[in-house]
């Protein structure tokens, strides 16, 4: 009976968070034209994410296995995050400098672990932890540039910094739940408690980026 409630939960959960990236790729493409590039790049990503959440809800409808579908998503993920930050992190002045080898190399590294390490089939959290360290790694180097940076205006940088903290909310939290995603539990209810959490969290990151985008976009004209 508590399993088939959590797995309710945790159905729920999952529509909610793939309803509030429905929300948030909406509005993008509604305000698209008065978009400036770190937010058209950021619904890149959102519109990627989007895309393989109804991807994996059609290859469940169809009983195929939707893992390799999380492959795609991991490295599109690195990808566009990593395009995301280029646009607004300034400083160090190292970060633009090594910026194309770590994101070729680390590109390069997430399909050969996909090859020869973890299968397409199977969870690919060699590669997903390694991604949420980067992207954590991207959100931490941004605060360095929170104060310094004069390129974007008072409004925009609050509204990046709250896109900020919603990765720093989100990727912090659910790193552990990838990284010991391997790990098997006495109990089966606890494993599904951590992707009910991991739900809770995307809803967190993505409801956060909904209010950067209000923000910014309408709330300075009301």
């Given at each position: 009976?508590?399993?088939?409630?959590?797995?309710?939960?945790?159905?729920?959960?999952?529509?909610?968070?793939?309803?509030?990236?429905?929300?948030?790729?909406?509005?993008?493409?509604?305000?698209?034209?008065?978009?400036?590039?770190?937010?058209?790049?950021?619904?890149?990503?959102?519109?990627?994410?989007?895309?393989?959440?109804?991807?994996?809800?059609?290859?469940?409808?169809?009983?195929?296995?939707?893992?390799?579908?999380?492959?795609?998503?991991?490295?599109?993920?690195?990808?566009?995050?990593?395009?995301?930050?280029?646009?607004?992190?300034?400083?160090?002045?190292?970060?633009?400098?090594?910026?194309?080898?770590?994101?070729?190399?680390?590109?390069?590294l997430i399909v050969l672990n996909s090859i020869f390490?973890?299968?397409?089939?199977?969870?690919?959290?060699?590669?997903?932890?390694?991604?949420?360290?980067?992207?954590?790694?991207?959100?931490?180097?941004?605060?360095?540039?929170?104060?310094?940076?004069?390129?974007?205006?008072?409004?925009?940088?609050?509204?990046?910094?709250?896109?900020?903290?919603?990765?720093i909310t989100y990727y912090s939290g659910s790193l552990?739940?990838?990284?010991?995603?391997?790990?098997?539990?006495?109990?089966?209810?606890?494993?599904?408690?951590?992707?009910?959490?991991?739900?809770?969290?995307?809803?967190?990151?993505?409801?956060?980026?909904?209010?950067?985008?209000?923000?910014?976009?309408?709330?300075?004209?009301?």
């Amino acid at each position: 009976m508590e399993n088939s409630m959590l797995n309710t939960l945790n159905l729920y959960a999952a529509n909610v968070a793939l309803i509030c990236v429905g929300i948030n790729v909406l509005f993008c493409i509604v305000n698209f034209k008065k978009m400036n590039s770190p937010f058209k790049r950021l619904f890149i990503f959102l519109l990627m994410n989007f895309t393989i959440e109804i991807l994996a809800l059609v290859f469940i409808k169809m009983g195929m296995n939707n893992l390799p579908l999380l492959h795609i998503y991991v490295l599109a993920e690195f990808i566009l995050f990593s395009y995301f930050y280029k646009s607004i992190i300034r400083k160090p002045s190292a970060f633009q400098s090594v910026y194309w080898y770590f994101v070729v190399g680390g590109s390069i590294l997430i399909v050969l672990n996909s090859i020869f390490l973890q299968s397409i089939f199977d969870f690919n959290t060699i590669a997903k932890t390694f991604v949420q360290i980067s992207i954590i790694g991207y959100a931490v180097v941004y605060f360095y540039n929170l104060v310094e940076d004069p390129a974007f205006s008072p409004t925009t940088s609050k509204s990046l910094r709250l896109v900020n903290s919603a990765v720093i909310t989100y990727y912090s939290g659910s790193l552990f739940i990838f990284m010991f995603n391997g790990i098997s539990f006495e109990s089966e209810n606890s494993n599904i408690v951590f992707w009910i959490f991991n739900s809770l969290l995307n809803i967190i990151f993505h409801l956060l980026i909904l209010y950067a985008l209000w923000r910014l976009y309408y709330k300075k004209t009301t």
